[in-house]
């Protein structure tokens, strides 16, 4: 199993930025891509970036492709999402994931508690 610990949410102006940081333990050898998902009070979770193993490859929604910016440190088992020009619509709960092939949303079969990002205007 793989244990995975978000931090970095508060509230900031729009305009504003914020760096979320995502900490996984347990058997971090197992994970493949990574990716980051929101999910606004009201509206379904969705997808905001993904990262492959090595980090040579990232994709983002359009909605905040050249604001955010993914990140991951293997050796320090931890996933980030740079967040610049934050907008009132980027308020939303931020979920961390982890893929391992074990199927599950998106295919990502391992889910942080999230962490909550308000952006006031």
């Known amino acids: 199993q793989v244990q995975l610990v978000e931090s970095g949410g508060g509230m900031v102006q729009a305009g504003g930025s914020l760096r979320l940081s995502c900490a996984a333990s347990?058997?971090?050898?197992?994970?493949?891509?990574m990716g980051w998902f929101r999910q606004a009070s009201g509206k379904e979770r969705e997808f905001v970036a993904t990262i492959t193993r090595t980090g040579s490859e990232t994709y983002y929604d359009d909605s905040v492709k050249g604001r955010f910016t993914i990140s991951r440190d293997n050796p320090k088992n931890t996933l980030s999402l740079q967040m610049n020009d934050l907008k009132p619509e980027d308020t939303a709960v931020y979920y961390c994931a982890a893929s391992t092939g074990g199927g599950g949303l998106w295919g990502y079969d391992h889910w942080g508690q999230g962490t909550q990002v308000t952006v006031s205007s």
């Open positions: 347990g058997r971090t050898f197992t994970v493949n891509r």
